[in-house]
Each structure stands twice: as C-alpha cells, then as structure tokens.
Nanobody, 122 residues
C-alpha cells in the first residue's frame, strides 16, 4: 500500500526558513491531489497548501506570500518552502494525498503521513 514520508521539520528562529518534503511510495497509478496540513496543540488540523485535482494551488490565508508548494511528479514528491516563519506557524505538519492505486480500480483513497514537527522560536 501507499506510504507518505515527511522530512525537513525542525527548530528555527522567527524570520527563518524551512523546506518540507513528502514522498509517496507504493503501487501508485495517479496522485489526484497532494498537499500539507498542520495542527497545533489543542487546535484543529487545517489545510496549509495543496495542489488540487486540476493542478491549481491553494493556500491558507495565514501563509500566503510566505509559503510555496511545489511538486515533482516523477518522484511522487511534494514540497513546502516556508519563509518568514512566525511563532504562530509552530505545529505538526502533515502530508496528505488522494491516490488511485495501480490495481485496476478507480477508487481514490486518502493517505496521511506521520507528521513532522516545525517549531518557530520568537
């Protein structure tokens, strides 16, 4: 089955930058959509940035102008470049993908990574 593995989280000072990566592996026919969510303690898991099923990008208002999502389709990998980080960005960041498996079916299944911690100090 499909696995999503995130990397690139860590501790950074306010104003700094981090680059997150998420690689999908498995018998994948097509990735329909892929993106990043985040969840701070006691808060809801919210969409940060994503590629939609038609290839357009979407960003949360709180990160527009600071974060950039990109992808490498050949590697089934999505990236999140995070610049001008703020303490409010501190959260666990989760990769998410809607994937059709290479199994002859046309069922889109939602997959989640394990999450990577991003901590921004003031």
């Amino acid at each position: 089955q499909v696995q999503l593995v995130e990397s690139g989280g860590g501790l950074v000072q306010a104003g700094g930058s981090l680059r997150l990566s998420c690689a999908a592996s498995g018998s994948i026919f097509r990735i329909n959509a892929m993106g990043w969510f985040r969840q701070a303690p006691g808060k809801q898991r919210d969409l940060v940035a994503s590629f939609t099923s038609v290839g357009s990008t979407s960003y949360a208002d709180s990160v527009k102008g600071r974060f950039t999502i990109s992808r490498d389709n050949a590697k089934n990998t999505v990236y999140l470049q995070m610049n001008s980080l703020k303490p409010e960005d501190t959260a666990v960041y989760y990769c998410n993908a809607k994937i059709r498996l290479d199994d002859g079916l046309r069922y889109l299944k939602n997959y989640w990574g394990q999450g990577t911690q991003v901590t921004v100090s003031s």
